[in-house]
Structures are given as C-alpha cells and as structure tokens.
C-alpha cells in the first residue's frame, strides 16, 4: 500500500441497505477525513478525526458515522442508505496541525443508491 | 462557517496565461489551498498560502490578499493536460478545510 486506499470503486446499493466504505493510509498520518462531492457543490465534509480515537462532525454528517480505532484506518459507514446520498465519496489524511500540511486524497468511491 | 466562491468555467488556448479568482468569507483563517482535480480522479495538491503576497511554483502561481479575503491562481504557458477542475479551500483554526464549487478550465489547441 502506498499512501491512501479505498474500497470499493463503485457500488450500487439498494435503499434501505446498510453500507461501509473502507479507507485506510499507510502515511501514518494523524488526521483523516470523509468528503463527499457532488456536481455544482464541490467537496463538503462529512466527518474527520484529528487523531485516532476521536472523531467530529463535518458540514454535511446525517446519515452517516464514523469511527477511529487505529491511525490507519477510518471507515464511514451509512446505516440506511438513501437516494440522496448517491455521491462520490473521498476519504483525506493529513498530518494535524503545523503549516502547509496539505491533504492527501484517496481515489474515491462512487456510490449509486437506488 | 465559509463562503467561497470561484467562477464555474473558463476556457483558455494552449500557451495562454489563465487567472482563477476566488474570494472568500470566513469565521477562522489558517490558510488557503489550491487543489487541481482531473476528471474522474482525486484532488491533488497545488499550493498554500498563508501570509500575503504571492507563491511561485513553476508554472503554477498563487497569490493571497487575507484583508480582502481574495486569492489568486495563475497558470502559465497552458498545456492541454492542465484542462482540468481547480479547487480553492480554506483552512479554518481546527485544521479542516472547506471547498469552493471549483472551476474547470477547458485548454483549446
């Protein structure tokens, strides 16, 4: 592994049903983050977590959670999916704090729920 | 919470120059970024500003006026691979950022 992964690529995923989007980096960056980006709205941001063991809401965090239980990784897991939340989903790590520490992207999971 | 806002589309001939202005409202500033997203793929990182004045990177410029809440980024010499989205973000006090809609530049032969 090198940097971040995510699983899976694309899922189409029936109402109701419940999902988790896997994330992990190998970085060993503190932060990690759960965008989601949707056409004309750009990246807006669902939950993150500063360091592992904690966690905090984004702008967008109904309908979805969350949980840190290593550095590594940081799973978003949506309990029942709706139409609404069909989207491409990022997943982020940074290093906290300190100047330009940018964050780095995963490549994405694109989510269709029907 | 921010306001940012850059324009949707620009399209620009290959060996241009292109400007990209984004302005933004915030409740917390502790820098801004520009990320630069091709279709289909992940944001990557382009630059960071923090102080005023102006950052150069090669091709790439970028350029932070925090009193007027304006940013900048300048592409040089265009090549067809930089057709692409071009994302501006604000940093705020906890370190999460917050995006623009992003622009995507389209680079004409």
């Known amino acids: 592994i090198a940097g971040i992964t995510q699983a899976p690529t694309s899922q189409i995923l029936a109402a109701g049903r419940r999902m988790t989007l896997r994330c992990t980096q190998d970085m060993r960056h503190n932060a990690m983050y759960w965008y989601r980006q949707d056409l004309g709205l750009g990246l807006r941001l669902i939950h993150y977590?500063?360091?592992?063991?904690?966690?905090g809401k984004g702008e967008v965090p109904d309908g979805y959670s969350v949980s840190r239980a290593n550095t590594d990784d940081f799973p978003l897991t949506l309990a029942s999916a709706v139409p609404s939340q069909t989207s491409v989903y990022f997943c982020a790590s940074s290093d906290y704090g300190g100047a330009a520490n940018e964050q780095f992207f995963g490549p994405g999971t694109r989510l269709t729920v029907l | 919470g921010q306001n940012i806002d850059q324009p949707t589309e620009m399209t620009a001939t290959e060996g241009a120059i292109v400007q990209i202005n984004c302005t933004y409202q915030?409740?917390?500033?502790?820098?801004l970024f520009w990320y630069q997203q091709h279709a289909g793929e992940a944001p990557t990182f382009l630059s960071y500003n923090v102080l005023d004045g102006l950052e150069e990177k090669g091709r790439f410029s970028s350029f932070l006026s925090r009193s007027k809440g304006y940013s900048y980024l300048l592409l040089k010499e265009l090549q067809m691979k930089d057709s692409a989205s071009y994302l501006c973000a604000v940093r705020d006090g906890d370190y999460k950022l917050s995006f623009g809609a992003g622009t995507t530049v389209t680079v004409r032969a």
């Open positions: 977590s500063n360091t592992a063991g904690t966690t």
């Open positions: 915030t409740s917390g500033f502790n820098g």
